[in-house]
């Protein structure tokens, strides 16, 4: 009777630390409509893998299409003292960031043309309702914008920092920096002997078959000699020179990774960056507005819109109490396994061993 009484305890002791950890091991997921953030000191890597166990704790905010496309956006935020990290996944099974590179074909430079993959987010600079939302000509500030662009910035590991008010989207201001069409057309007015190595530039269309690339992938100006290049002939260069600007339009620095089938992109910008006219500020306690939207290989109206049938607007909520206070240890477990599941196997096996040497003792 002993013994029975004995199992039946050790049996629920067993049922109910499964369940504890089984509990512990599901992903926090939001309510559908809150990006909350979680809090770290560890250091995160922008390199567009969210390897970081930070990472594991933060809450997942799925976004589905409202437009039939069927592709959601899974975002995921960070805090630490002084940065807000984002990372964005969403399906999409063509990498396009070659837009208008140039392919060497053996006698003459072929502008692939095309466009790019893109991610924008709209944060409230005092806006209700972000997506499909017109400023008309109200002429007060509206969004802070982020608009990465599988070509033309992330290249350069950035998204185009910008803002939108009643007349329009703009840049943010910069001192140096950004993306340059990779053209000896549009730059012609930079050299005079490349202009001269293409006969007539002034007739030439930029990004056509008879233009050619000013720089190398290094960002280096090619070297024209007698209308052929001097440099050494790859087989792709970019359509786009792509540096981090200098400024407020460079607050927002990006890494990607496209893996076949989705894009990641991992985002980090400074909680104020100081520029409090064209971005918006986040601090603890905050709760921000905000809209996202990819397009794939396209842009302007011909984007993939995301939150419901009727669109949401999203909040991206930093908890009051967000301050770090202790440092959590990097994870070491391998990709595929759980810290949690295991210590809970070991904690379930343990329990089995002592039941079966009670058991074995009692006969
Ligand atoms: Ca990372
Ligand atoms: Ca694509
Ligand atoms: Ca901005
Ligand atoms: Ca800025």
């Known amino acids: 009777?002993?013994?029975k009484k004995l199992f039946s305890v050790l049996v629920v002791l067993a049922f109910v630390v499964t369940i504890m950890f089984a509990a512990q091991n599901v992903t926090a997921q939001s309510d559908g409509i809150t990006l909350t953030t979680s809090n770290t000191t560890d250091t995160i890597t922008i390199d567009g893998e969210k390897l970081e166990s930070a990472w594991d704790d933060a809450e997942a905010l799925v976004i589905p299409s409202i437009d039939g496309s069927g592709v959601?956006?899974?975002l995921r935020a960070l805090t630490d003292d002084t940065h807000v990290y984002i990372f964005a996944a969403w399906n999409d099974s063509t990498m396009d960031n070659t837009r208008k590179g140039w392919a060497y074909n053996g006698t003459h430079w072929d502008n692939v043309g095309g466009n790019e993959d893109r991610?924008?987010?709209a944060w409230s600079l005092g806006a209700d309702?972000?997506?499909?939302h017109d400023p008309g000509t109200a002429d007060a500030m509206l969004f802070d914008i982020w608009h990465w662009k599988a070509s033309r910035t992330a290249v350069g590991g950035w998204a185009d920092d910008k803002f939108w008010d009643g007349s329009g989207r703009h840049a943010d201001s910069k001192t140096a920096g950004g993306y340059s069409d990779n053209s000896v057309v549009a730059q012609a007015e930079n050299s005079s002997v490349i202009t001269a190595a293409l006969g007539n530039s002034t007739t030439v269309a930029a990004f056509s078959d008879?233009?050619?690339p000013f720089w190398?992938?290094?960002g280096t100006e090619i070297t024209w000699v007698g209308g052929v290049n001097s440099t050494a002939v790859g087989d792709f260069i970019n359509g786009y020179k792509s540096v981090l600007p200098t400024g407020s339009r460079g607050d927002v620095v990006t890494e990607s990774v496209h893996n076949g089938t989705a894009w990641n992109v991992e985002f980090k910008r400074a909680l104020d960056t100081g520029n409090t006219d064209d971005?918006?500020?986040f601090s603890a306690g905050s709760s921000t507005p905000f809209y996202v939207a990819v397009h794939n290989n396209s842009g302007d109206d011909s984007h993939f819109k995301a939150g419901g049938a009727v669109p949401s607007t999203f909040q991206l909520s930093i908890?009051?109490?967000s301050t770090p206070t202790t440092t959590t240890t990097p994870s070491t477990t391998p990709t595929g396994l759980d810290q949690t599941l295991l210590i809970g196997a070991a904690v379930v096996g343990i329990l089995v061993v002592v039941i079966a040497i009670v058991i074995v003792r009692r006969r």
Not at 129 to 132: L, Y
């Open 279 to 281: 971005d918006v500020t």
């Open 72 to 74: 959601d956006v899974v």
């Open 119 to 121: 991610i924008s987010f």
């Open 1 to 3: 009777m002993k013994t």
């Open 216 to 218: 190398d992938n290094s």
């Open 319 to 321: 908890p009051a109490d």
């Open 210 to 212: 008879a233009d050619r």
């Open 129 to 132: 309702i972000v997506c499909g």
